[in-house]
C-alpha cells in the first residue's frame, strides 16, 4: 500500500518510532551502578577509573572491598556545572543527582550561596569525625571548602606555590636566586640578572613572569600575604593596607622605572614553558605543584637548568608559600547512600593506593600529610638539576596559607584585575615622570573596586 | 428500502466527521508550532519574567519586586558591559559593513574569476560559528603566535598582547569577529547587487554619471532594502555577543573588555543568582527591541523621503 506522505516521510516516521523505542528501552537508571561519581578533570578521572598497569583501578578496588558497583564519569567541567546548579535548584534526587562529584575552587562559590542547612551539599564533618579524619586533613585546606565553619567539601589537594628558575642563566649573571629571602632580595637579583642578560645582546631578557592583564599572580601573593579579597565572613578585604601595599610593589615591579622593573606577562598556555623560558624571554615564575609537571613536559628544552626555591617572604607575614587553584570531592545532600559514598570517597581520595597513583608523573601532594610518601622526598629531580623537589612541595604544603570562596570570589577577581589594569596603566604613564601619585592612585582604584564588590556582595547576600 | 437508509446513516456519518475534520483540522495543523512555541518561548519568557522579580540560592527563593532591576541599572559593572557591547556593535557596524558590501562590489565585477570559489571562502568562516573562531584567533593573536610572527619581520622588536593588553583586547575581538561575519553580509550584499537592474546603469551610464554617482544614485537604493536587514541583524547580533569574547579571553577578559551585556547576565548565572540574571536579561531585551523599531522607523523614514 502506497503511504500518501511519500517515502522519505515514511523512511524518518519508522527512524522516529524506532528511536523513540530504543530510548525507552535502555532508559538510563537501567543497570545504574550504587555509587555514581561526577568527574570534571580528565587526569583525576583516569586515576581513578583506569587500570595503571596490569593493577585494578581505584573504583574497582572500592567494589572489591565493599561489593557495591560504582561509576566514575568524566562530564565537561561547564556541563557538569549546569546541570549540578539546576539539580541542587530543583531539589532533584537520584537517579538524575550522582553520589559524589568533584567540584573546581573557581566554579564551587555559587553552591555556597544558599543557608548552611540548604545547601545542595552535605555537611561532612559528622562523617569526618564517624571515620576518624578529623586532625587528619590540612586545617587550612578545608577552610576553602567550609562555610560558616561547616565543612562542604574534602580537598583533593594543597596545591603549594613555588618559585620555579632557570639557575643557569642566573648563575651565569652571578646571581643565586635562592638565596632571596625577602621579596626585596628576589627583586635586587632579578634586576642585576637583568642588566647582565641585556648588556650580553638580549634586549628581551625579562626575570619574572608577572600577569598584566588578570589578577592570578597578585592574588597568589595576596594569598601569601595572608589576605583573601573576600575574607571567610564576606568582609571585603580590598582596601586593606597590605592588599594596597601589595599592588604598588606590583606596578613597580612590572611597569616601575627600569630600575626596580623586572616582570613581563608571558604568552598563555604551554607556550610560557616551550617558547618564552627556553627564548630567555622570561626566567622566572611562580609555580604551584600542578604546573611543575607542565613545566617539564612542555619545556623539555631547559632540562637540568631548572630549580625551584620557596616564595620570597613579605615583612609582615610567615608564609614561605601560596596556593593556586584547586578542587574538592563532595557528597549531595540527597544522595542515595552517604556512608557508601563517604567510602568511595575514602577509596579514591584518602587511600595509600590513590596517593601512590597520584604521585607518579606529577607533583600534586593530597590534603592529608600521612599520605605523602616520604621515600619519594629527597629523589633527586633530573629536570631539576637534580634538585629534591618533591621534599620543598611536602615543605610547602604543609603551610600553606587558608583561601576561602565565597559566591562572589570570582567578581572580586574581575574587580581586582580591573584595579590592577588601571593602576598598571599609570604606572606606565608616570614611570619617567613622577611616581608619588602611584600609591593615591593605587587607593582610588582600590576604593572603587571595594565599593562595586561590596554592592555585588550584599546584592548577592541570600539570608533567611 | 434498508440499503437507502443505510446509506443515508453513512453519509450522516461522513458529513459530520468531515464537519469535525473542517473544524479541528486546524487546530491540529498548527498545534506542533503552538506547543513548540509555548514550551521553549512562551514559558520560558514568562518563567524568567517571574525570576526576575525573585532573588535565588539553590533551591530556596523569595520575591524581591523591582530590586534586581534597581540593581541592574545602578550597578557600574552593568554599565561598563553595556559600553563595552555599545561599542563593539559600532564598530561591527562601521567596518563589517563597508568590508561586506565592498568585497560584495568587487566580486560582483563582470571579470571576477573563480566568484564561487572566493564566495565559499569569504562565507566559510560564517559556517564555523564564533567559538571555534576565538579558539583560532586565540592561538593567532597570542603573543608568539603567527600575527606577531609575521608582524615582526618589518619590525622586529614588536611586542602586542592582543590577548592581554585591555587597550589592544577589543580590536582583536572587532577583528575575530569580523573574519566571522563578513563573509555573510557579503553573501546578502552580493545577492541584492545582482537584482539590481542592470538597464539602470545603462542608464546612468548614457547619462554620464561617474562610478561614485552610479553607485550613490542606483546600487544604493536598489540594495537599500537588504542594507537595512544587515544593519539590523549587525545591531541585534552585536547587542548579543558573548562567546566570541568569552572564549577568546577565557573569562571578562584584561580590563573587563570581553564584558558584555550577556557576559554580564552569565556572570551572575555563575554566582547562581538567577533573578538578577533574568532581570539584565530583560533590560537587554527591552534595549534591543527599542533599537531594532527606532532603526526600522528611521530607514523606512530615509525611504520614504528620498521617493
Given at each position: 500500500?502506497?503511504?500518501?506522505?511519500?517515502?522519505?516521510?515514511?523512511?524518518?516516521?519508522?527512524?522516529?518510532?524506532?528511536?523513540?523505542?530504543?530510548?525507552?528501552?535502555?532508559?538510563?537508571?537501567?543497570?545504574?551502578?550504587e555509587?555514581?561519581?561526577?568527574?570534571?578533570?580528565?587526569?583525576?578521572?583516569?586515576?581513578?577509573?583506569?587500570?595503571?598497569?596490569t593493577?585494578?583501578?581505584?573504583?574497582?578496588?572500592?567494589?572489591?572491598?565493599?561489593?557495591?558497583?560504582?561509576?566514575?564519569?568524566?562530564?565537561?567541567?561547564?556541563?557538569?556545572?549546569?546541570?549540578?546548579?539546576?539539580?541542587?535548584q530543583?531539589?532533584?534526587?537520584?537517579?538524575?543527582?550522582?553520589?559524589?562529584?568533584?567540584?573546581?575552587?573557581?566554579?564551587?562559590?555559587?553552591?555556597?550561596?544558599?543557608?548552611?542547612?540548604?545547601?545542595?551539599?552535605?555537611?561532612?564533618?559528622d562523617?569526618?569525625?564517624?571515620?576518624?579524619?578529623?586532625?587528619?586533613?590540612?586545617?587550612?585546606?578545608?577552610?576553602?571548602?567550609?562555610?560558616?565553619?561547616?565543612?562542604f567539601?574534602i580537598?583533593?589537594?594543597?596545591?603549594?606555590?613555588?618559585?620555579?628558575?632557570?639557575?643557569?642563566?642566573?648563575?651565569?649573571?652571578?646571581?643565586?636566586?635562592?638565596?632571596?629571602?625577602?621579596?626585596?632580595?628576589?627583586?635586587?637579583?632579578?634586576?642585576k640578572?637583568?642588566?647582565?642578560?641585556?648588556?650580553?645582546?638580549?634586549?628581551?631578557?625579562?626575570?619574572?613572569?608577572?600577569?598584566?592583564?588578570?589578577?592570578?599572580?597578585?592574588?597568589t601573593?595576596l594569598?601569601?600575604?595572608?589576605?583573601?579579597?573576600?575574607?571567610?565572613?564576606?568582609?571585603?578585604?580590598?582596601?586593606?593596607?597590605?592588599?594596597?601595599?601589595?599592588?604598588?610593589?606590583?606596578?613597580?615591579?612590572l611597569?616601575?622605572?627600569?630600575?626596580?622593573?623586572?616582570?613581563?606577562?608571558?604568552?598563555?598556555?604551554?607556550?610560557?614553558?616551550?617558547?618564552?623560558?627556553?627564548?630567555?624571554?622570561?626566567?622566572?615564575?611562580?609555580?604551584?605543584?600542578?604546573?611543575?609537571?607542565?613545566?617539564?613536559?612542555?619545556?623539555?628544552?631547559?632540562?637540568?637548568?631548572?630549580?625551584?626555591?620557596?616564595m620570597?617572604?613579605?615583612?609582615?607575614?610567615?608564609?614561605?608559600?601560596?596556593?593556586?587553584?584547586g578542587?574538592?570531592?563532595?557528597?549531595?545532600?540527597?544522595?542515595?547512600?552517604?556512608?557508601?559514598?563517604?567510602?568511595?570517597?575514602?577509596t579514591?581520595?584518602?587511600?595509600?593506593?590513590s596517593?601512590?597513583?597520584?604521585?607518579?608523573?606529577?607533583?600534586?601532594?593530597?590534603?592529608?600529610?600521612?599520605?605523602?610518601?616520604?621515600?619519594?622526598?629527597?629523589?633527586?629531580?633530573?629536570?631539576?638539576?637534580?634538585?629534591?623537589?618533591?621534599?620543598?612541595?611536602?615543605?610547602?604544603?604543609?603551610?600553606?596559607?587558608?583561601?576561602?570562596?565565597?559566591?562572589?570570589?570570582?567578581?572580586?577577581?574581575?574587580?581586582?584585575?580591573?584595579?590592577?589594569?588601571?593602576?598598571l596603566?599609570?604606572?606606565?604613564?608616570?614611570?619617567?615622570?613622577?611616581?608619588?601619585?602611584?600609591?593615591e592612585?593605587?587607593?582610588?582604584?582600590?576604593?572603587?573596586?571595594?565599593?562595586?564588590?561590596?554592592?555585588?556582595?550584599?546584592?548577592?547576600?541570600?539570608?533567611? | 428500502?434498508?440499503?437507502?437508509?443505510?446509506?443515508?446513516?453513512?453519509?450522516?456519518?461522513?458529513?459530520?466527521?468531515?464537519?469535525?475534520?473542517?473544524?479541528?483540522?486546524?487546530?491540529?495543523?498548527?498545534?506542533?508550532?503552538?506547543?513548540?512555541?509555548?514550551?521553549?518561548?512562551?514559558?520560558?519568557?514568562?518563567?524568567?519574567?517571574?525570576?526576575?522579580?525573585?532573588?535565588?540560592?539553590?533551591?530556596?527563593?523569595?520575591?524581591?519586586?523591582?530590586?534586581?532591576?534597581?540593581?541592574?541599572?545602578?550597578?557600574?559593572?552593568?554599565?561598563?558591559?553595556?559600553?563595552?557591547?555599545?561599542?563593539?556593535?559600532?564598530?561591527?557596524?562601521?567596518?563589517?559593513?563597508?568590508?561586506?558590501?565592498?568585497?560584495?562590489?568587487?566580486?560582483?565585477?563582470?571579470?571576477?574569476?573563480?566568484?564561487?570559489?572566493?564566495?565559499?571562502?569569504?562565507?566559510?568562516?560564517?559556517?564555523?560559528?564564533?567559538?571555534?573562531?576565538?579558539?583560532?584567533?586565540g592561538?593567532?593573536?597570542?603573543?608568539?603566535?603567527?600575527?606577531?610572527?609575521?608582524?615582526?619581520?618589518?619590525?622586529?622588536s614588536?611586542?602586542?598582547?592582543?590577548?592581554?593588553?585591555?587597550?589592544?583586547?577589543?580590536?582583536?575581538?572587532?577583528?575575530a569577529?569580523?573574519?566571522?561575519?563578513?563573509?555573510?553580509?557579503?553573501?546578502?550584499?552580493?545577492?541584492?547587487?545582482?537584482?539590481?537592474?542592470?538597464?539602470?546603469?545603462?542608464?546612468?551610464?548614457?547619462?554620464?554619471?561617474?562610478?561614485?554617482?552610479?553607485?550613490?544614485?542606483?546600487?544604493?537604493?536598489?540594495?537599500?532594502?537588504?542594507?537595512?536587514?544587515?544593519?539590523?541583524?549587525?545591531?541585534?547580533?552585536?547587542?548579543?555577543?558573548?562567546?566570541?569574547?568569552?572564549?577568546?579571553?577565557?573569562?571578562?577578559?584584561?580590563?573587563?573588555?570581553g564584558?558584555?551585556?550577556?557576559?554580564?547576565?552569565?556572570?551572575?548565572?555563575?554566582?547562581?543568582?538567577?533573578?538578577?540574571?533574568?532581570?539584565?536579561?530583560?533590560?537587554?531585551?527591552?534595549?534591543?527591541?527599542?533599537?531594532?523599531?527606532?532603526?526600522?522607523?528611521?530607514?523606512?523614514?530615509?525611504a520614504?523621503?528620498?521617493?
Amino acid at each position: 500500500m502506497p503511504f500518501h506522505l511519500g517515502k522519505p516521510i515514511l523512511v524518518m516516521s519508522i527512524l522516529a518510532v524506532a528511536a523513540g523505542i530504543t530510548g525507552a528501552l535502555t532508559r538510563r537508571d537501567r543497570g545504574r551502578a550504587e555509587i555514581e561519581h561526577w568527574a570534571f578533570s580528565e587526569q583525576n578521572w583516569r586515576l581513578i577509573a583506569q587500570r595503571s598497569g596490569t593493577g585494578e583501578s581505584l573504583v574497582e578496588r572500592f567494589e572489591r572491598e565493599t561489593g557495591h558497583s560504582a561509576d566514575s564519569k568524566l562530564i565537561q567541567y561547564r556541563a557538569m556545572n549546569t546541570r549540578l546548579s539546576s539539580l541542587f535548584q530543583s531539589r532533584t534526587g537520584w537517579p538524575e543527582l550522582p553520589d559524589v562529584i568533584d567540584l573546581e575552587v573557581g566554579s564551587v562559590g555559587r553552591y555556597f550561596r544558599p543557608p548552611v542547612d540548604e545547601m545542595g551539599l552535605m555537611p561532612l564533618d559528622d562523617l569526618i569525625d564517624k571515620h576518624g579524619w578529623r586532625g587528619r586533613i590540612l586545617e587550612n585546606r578545608l577552610a576553602t571548602w567550609s562555610k560558616d565553619g561547616v565543612i562542604f567539601g574534602i580537598p583533593q589537594d594543597v596545591h603549594p606555590v613555588m618559585i620555579a628558575y632557570n639557575d643557569a642563566r642566573f648563575r651565569a649573571a652571578g646571581v643565586d636566586l635562592a638565596s632571596s629571602e625577602t621579596w626585596d632580595d628576589f627583586v635586587a637579583n632579578c634586576v642585576k640578572a637583568q642588566a647582565y642578560w641585556r648588556a650580553n645582546g638580549e634586549p628581551r631578557a625579562n626575570a619574572f613572569e608577572m600577569w598584566e592583564s588578570s589578577a592570578g599572580t597578585i592574588i597568589t601573593m595576596l594569598l601569601q600575604r595572608g589576605v583573601n579579597l573576600v575574607d571567610q565572613d564576606g568582609t571585603v578585604r580590598l582596601t586593606d593596607e597590605k592588599t594596597l601595599d601589595t599592588l604598588v610593589r606590583y606596578c613597580l615591579m612590572l611597569e616601575g622605572p627600569e630600575a626596580g622593573r623586572i616582570g613581563v606577562s608571558t604568552s598563555p598556555g604551554s607556550d610560557a614553558f616551550s617558547q618564552d623560558l627556553p627564548h630567555g624571554y622570561v626566567n622566572a615564575m611562580l609555580c604551584a605543584d600542578w604546573r611543575l609537571r607542565y613545566l617539564r613536559d612542555y619545556g623539555s628544552a631547559m632540562a637540568g637548568q631548572m630549580r625551584v626555591m620557596p616564595m620570597p617572604r613579605w615583612p609582615d607575614s610567615p608564609y614561605r608559600t601560596s596556593t593556586f587553584g584547586g578542587s574538592m570531592v563532595g557528597i549531595p545532600r540527597d544522595a542515595r547512600d552517604p556512608e557508601l559514598s563517604w567510602r568511595y570517597i575514602e577509596t579514591t581520595y584518602l587511600s595509600q593506593a590513590s596517593a601512590k597513583a597520584r604521585a607518579e608523573g606529577t607533583y600534586v601532594v593530597p590534603a592529608v600529610p600521612e599520605l605523602w610518601d616520604q621515600s619519594t622526598a629527597d629523589v633527586p629531580d633530573p629536570y631539576y638539576g637534580g634538585q629534591a623537589v618533591r621534599r620543598m612541595v611536602f615543605d610547602l604544603a604543609a603551610d600553606v596559607p587558608p583561601r576561602y570562596v565565597s559566591p562572589t570570589s570570582s567578581v572580586a577577581e574581575v574587580e581586582m584585575s580591573r584595579a590592577l589594569i588601571s593602576a598598571l596603566a599609570y604606572t606606565r604613564e608616570h614611570r619617567d615622570t613622577d611616581l608619588s601619585g602611584l600609591r593615591e592612585h593605587c587607593k582610588s582604584v582600590l576604593e572603587g573596586a571595594a565599593g562595586r564588590l561590596r554592592r555585588q556582595v550584599d546584592h548577592a547576600r541570600f539570608d533567611k | 428500502m434498508s440499503t437507502a437508509t443505510g446509506e443515508r446513516q453513512q453519509d450522516g456519518i461522513r458529513r459530520r466527521l468531515w464537519a469535525a475534520q473542517a473544524k479541528y483540522a486546524p487546530y491540529l495543523f498548527v498545534s506542533p508550532f503552538v506547543v513548540l512555541f509555548c514550551a521553549f518561548l512562551l514559558y520560558p519568557l514568562l518563567r524568567s519574567l517571574y525570576m526576575s522579580v525573585h532573588q535565588y540560592a539553590g533551591s530556596q527563593s523569595r520575591v524581591v519586586a523591582g530590586r534586581n532591576f534597581a540593581f541592574v541599572l545602578r550597578d557600574e559593572t552593568f554599565w561598563l558591559s553595556v559600553a563595552n557591547t555599545v561599542g563593539y556593535t559600532f564598530a561591527f557596524l562601521l567596518f563589517q559593513i563597508p568590508a561586506a558590501l565592498g568585497l560584495a562590489l568587487l566580486l560582483n565585477g563582470p571579470r571576477v574569476v573563480g566568484r564561487n570559489l572566493f564566495r565559499f571562502a569569504f562565507f566559510a568562516p560564517h559556517l564555523v560559528g564564533q567559538v571555534f573562531v576565538a579558539v583560532i584567533f586565540g592561538l593567532m593573536l597570542s603573543r608568539n603566535g603567527p600575527l606577531n610572527s609575521l608582524l615582526r619581520v618589518v619590525w622586529p622588536s614588536l611586542e602586542i598582547n592582543w590577548i592581554s593588553d585591555p587597550w589592544m583586547a577589543r580590536p582583536a575581538v572587532v577583528l575575530a569577529s569580523m573574519w566571522l561575519s563578513v563573509g555573510f553580509g557579503m553573501i546578502y550584499f552580493l545577492a541584492a547587487l545582482q537584482s539590481v537592474d542592470k538597464e539602470l546603469y545603462e542608464a546612468a551610464d548614457v547619462d554620464g554619471a561617474g562610478k561614485w554617482s552610479q553607485f550613490r544614485h542606483v546600487t544604493l537604493p536598489g540594495i537599500r532594502p537588504v542594507l537595512m536587514f544587515m544593519i539590523l541583524t549587525g545591531t541585534i547580533g552585536g547587542l548579543q555577543l558573548f562567546e566570541l569574547p568569552y572564549v577568546l579571553f577565557n573569562g571578562p577578559g584584561p580590563g573587563a573588555a570581553g564584558l558584555t551585556i550577556v557576559a554580564y547576565l552569565f556572570a551572575w548565572v555563575e554566582i547562581g543568582e538567577l533573578g538578577t540574571a533574568s532581570a539584565t536579561g530583560w533590560v537587554l531585551a527591552t534595549v534591543v527591541i527599542a533599537i531594532a523599531i527606532a532603526q526600522v522607523r528611521i530607514m523606512r523614514r530615509g525611504a520614504r523621503d528620498e521617493e
